[in-house]
């Protein structure tokens, strides 16, 4: 049965069973229908095409010769000055959560770098990853982009406060579901101790990078090529992982009603248990 929660004015509808309903285009194909892809002969981010973009980093591989193991690019098709694309690896399919926790690290150490050089010119940032096309993703090669703000914006990163459930806590970081999530999935990960990421030591990355990696896996497992955001709050390493698999769609439109596919308390339950 679904419930209807009501927080800040905000009518949140949790109705788990809609998870299973048939979705009548798959019978035309084996992929779930938010997996199709307009793909251009080359991926953009592959080796082979870094003539095509203007490097800002690259981190080249430790033992093999003219390979990286990330880059750093500019957008070129920028919002804003600051623009950056953050090519996580080499391979066009890998996912952060294939890639590990070690190589997590490894980006968030260049993303903090990044943020550290725009901070220092007064520029505030976003970051954020599209993972997926109903996530947002252009591109498929997975990656991350920095964009800067407009003067006085901050990052929108909402306040559930005592109102989650608990799944995972360190003497550093704490993982935590929101009672009445804004999106399927929604997880937090949080430094107990909060310090903006262009202040954060490598000892706390590496425990925010380990707890990303294992929600993104439990999040991959879910269904092959499900789409979903990660959002970073630059201001205090706040990490919020959302996922996609539905559009908001007519109804959610017409009433500003949320509708939530998947049971908060179960969601905590599976990630308790990876």
């Known amino acids: ?3 209807i929660e ?3 004015g905000n009518i949140t509808i949790i109705a788990p069973e809609r998870n299973h309903r048939p979705v009548g285009i798959s019978h035309r194909t084996k992929r779930k229908w938010w997996q199709f892809w307009r793909r251009p002969p080359g991926c953009p981010f592959c080796p082979g095409q870094e003539a095509e973009n203007v490097d800002v980093l690259r981190q080249p591989h430790p033992t093999q010769k003219h390979t990286w193991l990330l880059r750093i690019i500019r957008n070129k098709w920028p919002l804003h000055d600051c623009h950056e694309v953050v090519i996580f690896s080499p391979s066009h399919d890998a996912t952060l959560a294939q890639l590990g926790s070690q190589h997590i690290l490894l980006v968030l150490q260049n993303l903090r770098a990044r943020v550290k050089y725009w901070h220092n010119l007064g520029i505030r940032v976003a970051l954020f990853i599209n993972n997926g096309r ?7 090669h997975p990656h991350a982009q920095i964009v800067g703000l407009p003067a006085g914006q901050a990052v929108r990163f909402p306040d559930y406060g005592q109102a989650v459930i608990s799944v ?6 704490q993982t935590l579901i929101p009672v009445v999530p804004e999106f399927d999935f929604e997880t937090i990960i949080a430094p107990r101790d909060p310090v903006p990421i262009w202040e954060a030591s490598d000892e706390l990355l590496a425990g925010l990078s380990a707890d990303l990696g294992r929600v993104l896996a439990c ?6 090529g499900l789409p979903y955001n990660v959002i970073f709050d630059p201001e205090t390493s706040r990490i919020r992982v959302t ?6 769609a007519g109804y959610e439109l017409a009433t500003g009603c949320r509708i ?13 248990a990876a």
Do not use: F
């Not at 999040?219 to 092959?224: C, G, I, R, T």
């Open 168 to 173: 995972n806590q360190t003497t550093l970081c």
């Open 134 to 140: 109903l996530a947002g993703a252009s591109q498929e």
């Open 1 to 3: 049965m679904s419930t």
């Open 260 to 272: 939530i596919h998947i049971d908060p308390v179960a969601w905590a339950d599976q990630l308790r």
């Open 219 to 224: 999040l991959e497992s879910q269904e092959p």
């Open 243 to 248: 996922g996609r698999k539905y559009a908001r």
């Open 6 to 8: 009501i927080v800040g």
